[in-house]
């Protein structure tokens, strides 16, 4: 790229991080001592902020970058993720969303351990809650070092390697100092940009085919090199039965792993009432919905304008095709439109890896400091002592984070996303459930539903084509792959319910009843929520 881009839209990244450190410095200077207003901003938001915030916290990186670069190189099979992403609302909507906000304080943990003996059901929930979230933020890293190597021409590694520490620093900085409060306005500001921008682009995408959407999808498949193949199923995930499998595990993963994401349940605490977080559902869904809805115009707009070739030769796995894009509506390479167009895409692709990865790390942070520390380390643990906690846990969470981000840098972030989901959906949500819904479900249940998930997805996802066996692989000069499936949802969902029902049928303990008849009647009528 020239010095053009590269000097506008680091202004626009500048512009941005001096925006949202602004945001945070002055939400810092509030009290923010208390767990109350570090985890869940003093409960104030209305419906509609939240809403925003939600979806802001929910259009990430993958979303932006990695969904459209799936459907610009696979067409048809890459639209799976967004109705994935789209239906996965409906169940947040109907199953947890005002049950959440009326049973917990906090985190998920709150929620499941309100019947059980609270320690060992805290410590599993906890651990859950911080793999996902770190397999989460591994995504945002990945899409923050594709974007600065498209802008710096891949002249460096240590480039890309230094973009994904500044990241982690600035995300650890907003979460430390800012909490829930500047998190959360981080996130509107971001989600206003990221819909204006989606939004522009779409009307110029339209605009180059003179709004006719057929000539669009005909020009796309041609210029993709597989003809009709590219409108049909099966490019990506229908050359054989595990591909057809992988299919089928991803649609499970993405529809309900979102009900599972500790960062976006923790979003229900930050509003003052049970209907203010069903109508907080209710605005994320349309704003996402849209959302999505542009992505798959913008995703073929990349096949037509742009073209799958070179797209890939930018970046194998498709991230950079709406910083691409822009560029070619803009005017192309060296035209002064192309270059503002670019910048701006850059910058708000950058805006939402900031904003995404600040709320995940708030998330991971609170179940480490209120979940596992206040476990292990006394029953009553004072609150300012536990957000200190949160405070550095933001900090190890971050550090992890950039390690990993640096490790798996050459993956779709889509893809990634798509394994954080997976685990959410194998060992949180069993255990949530269950607790909601199930009368008889004890401690043990609790815990083998949390371990029965997390453990065979993370050992599946070990032993996949993900991370040894073929050319694209984390380590592809070895080979221990013995699963043949990239995403494990298909196997460790079920696990995760078959281990929580199991752990339940043979406990010696019994359900108390009475606390079942309270959480039951306070999760439906909000009696007694804090």
Not at 29 to 43: I, K, L, V
Not at 184 to 212: C, E, N, P, Y
Not at 327 to 356: C, E, K, R, W, Y
Request: glycine letters at 12%.
């Amino acid at each position: 790229m020239t010095g053009d881009h590269q000097m506008l839209a680091l202004l626009l990244f500048s512009g941005f991080v001096a925006v949202t450190l602004g945001i945070t410095t002055w939400v810092s200077r509030r009290r923010q001592g208390s767990a109350e207003e570090f985890y869940a901003g003093g409960r104030l938001f209305s419906p509609m902020e939240n809403g925003f915030a939600i979806a802001g916290d929910y259009m990430s990186a993958a979303s932006f970058l990695g969904v459209t670069g799936l459907i610009a190189l696979f067409g048809y099979d890459g639209l799976l993720y967004v109705v994935g992403f789209l239906v996965a609302w409906l169940v947040v909507l109907f199953l947890v969303a005002e049950l959440v906000r009326n049973c917990g304080r906090f985190t998920l943990a709150d929620v499941v351990a309100a019947r059980m003996s609270e320690r060992p059901v805290r410590i599993a929930a906890g651990t859950s809650s911080v793999t996902v979230s770190v397999l989460y933020l591994v995504a945002q890293m990945v899409g923050a070092g594709s974007l600065v190597a498209l802008l710096l021409g891949r002249t460096s590694g240590a480039a890309q390697a230094w973009t994904v520490i500044g990241v982690g620093a600035l995300m650890v900085i907003y979460v430390s100092l800012g909490g829930m409060r500047a998190t959360t306005w981080i996130q509107i500001v971001k989600a206003v940009l990221l819909l204006s921008g989606t939004v522009a682009l779409t009307v110029l995408v339209l605009v180059r085919f003179h709004g006719d959407f057929d000539r669009l999808l005909v020009t796309a498949a041609e210029r993709s090199g597989h003809g009709s193949a590219f409108l049909a199923p099966g490019l990506k995930y229908g050359g054989s039965w595990t591909a057809r499998l992988d299919f089928i595990s991803l649609g499970l993963a993405l529809v309900l792993g979102t009900a599972g994401l500790p960062h976006i349940l923790s979003r229900f605490y930050t509003v003052p009432t049970a209907r203010a977080a069903r109508r907080s559902a209710v605005w994320s869904i349309g704003l996402i919905g849209g959302f999505y809805l542009m992505t798959i115009v913008l995703g073929l707009g990349a096949a037509a304008v742009v073209g799958p070739d070179v797209v890939s030769r930018s970046n194998t796995a498709g991230n950079t095709a709406v910083p691409l894009l822009a560029l070619d509506l803009g005017g192309g390479a060296g035209s002064t439109g192309g270059t503002v167009l670019f910048a701006v895409v850059a910058a708000v692709a950058f805006a939402t890896i900031l904003a995404v990865v600040a709320g995940i790390t708030l998330a991971s942070s609170a179940a480490v400091a209120h979940d596992l520390y206040a476990s292990l380390r006394r029953r009553h643990v004072k609150a300012r002592s536990e957000v200190t906690v949160a405070r550095i846990a933001a900090v190890g969470i971050g550090v992890v984070a950039i390690a990993l981000g640096l490790l798996a840098r050459d993956l779709n972030v889509a893809f990634l996303v798509g394994l954080a989901f997976a685990v959410a959906a194998s060992a949180n949500l069993p255990a949530l459930l269950y607790s909601l819904f199930w009368r008889a479900f004890t401690t043990r249940g609790a815990v083998w539903a949390v371990y029965g998930g997390l453990i065979p997805s993370l050992g599946l996802v070990l032993l996949s084509p993900v991370v040894s066996g073929s050319p694209d692989s984390l380590f592809p000069d070895v080979d221990f792959q013995y699963f043949p499936l990239q995403n494990p949802g298909i196997v460790s969902i079920p696990l995760g319910f078959l281990a929580g029902w199991l752990g339940t049928v043979t406990s010696d303990e019994s359900a108390d009843e009475a606390k079942y008849a309270e959480t039951e009647v306070r999760s439906l009528t909000g009696a007694g929520a804090v």
